[in-house]
């Protein structure tokens, strides 16, 4: 069954905030048959959402006119990424994508609303082992929490996904466009085989 939450109620994250230090360049602005990745989750975000953001220290994303969200610390990790966006959203729900992830869709999202049923956080949840973080569906609701970590200077995201209640997606099972590779993302530069192999 699909989920009753409205596009207006709905706001995508796309966490672009990683530096590619070890690509030598910003992973959102590499090309991929012809559109960048940043422009690239925004497709796959906005059939969902009305409101979109983009979470970046990187003022070149401004030019996509998406409100461009810095970490409100300075401090690294996609957690920053998404407590500075959370508390920037104006919606309880929330979508978030690595601009990174290449495979993930449209559908994919689709799915994950069809799972929600009252949960504050839903993320795909692996081999029965661990949790895919940085794709997936965040409510508001977590941000106490994240607060309190953040200012521990704990930005480990399996250590707040170990005290929150978190739904566990079994795309292994449930999801049928799934594959071994479906949540690879782009860190290294033999990755970008990736991209040449899905185009």
Do not use: W
């Amino acid at each position: 069954m699909y989920s009753m939450i409205s596009k207006d109620n709905i706001t995508g994250i796309i966490l672009a905030g990683g530096r590619g230090s070890r690509l030598g360049f910003d992973k959102g602005l590499l090309l991929d048959n012809g559109i960048t990745l940043i422009e690239r989750a925004i497709n796959v975000l906005s059939g969902h959402c009305n409101k979109l953001i983009i979470s970046s220290n990187n003022l070149e994303y401004n030019k996509f006119g998406i409100e461009r969200v810095p970490d409100i610390l300075e401090k690294n990790g996609p957690m920053m990424g998404i407590y500075s966006s959370l508390i920037a959203s104006t919606t309880k729900h929330n979508l978030v994508l690595a601009v990174d992830n290449i495979f993930v869709d449209a559908a994919f999202y689709e799915y994950v609303l069809s799972k929600l049923d009252g949960s504050i956080v839903a993320l795909p949840f692996i081999d029965k082992q661990y949790f895919e973080p940085l794709v997936g569906y965040y409510s508001k609701e977590i941000l106490p929490d994240m607060k309190r970590m953040v200012y521990q200077n704990n930005l480990k995201l399996p250590d707040l996904l170990e005290i929150i209640q978190v739904l566990k997606l079994n795309v292994q099972d449930d999801y049928p466009a799934y594959f071994d590779d479906y949540f690879r993302s782009i860190n290294l530069p033999e990755d970008l085989l990736i991209l040449r192999n899905s185009s």
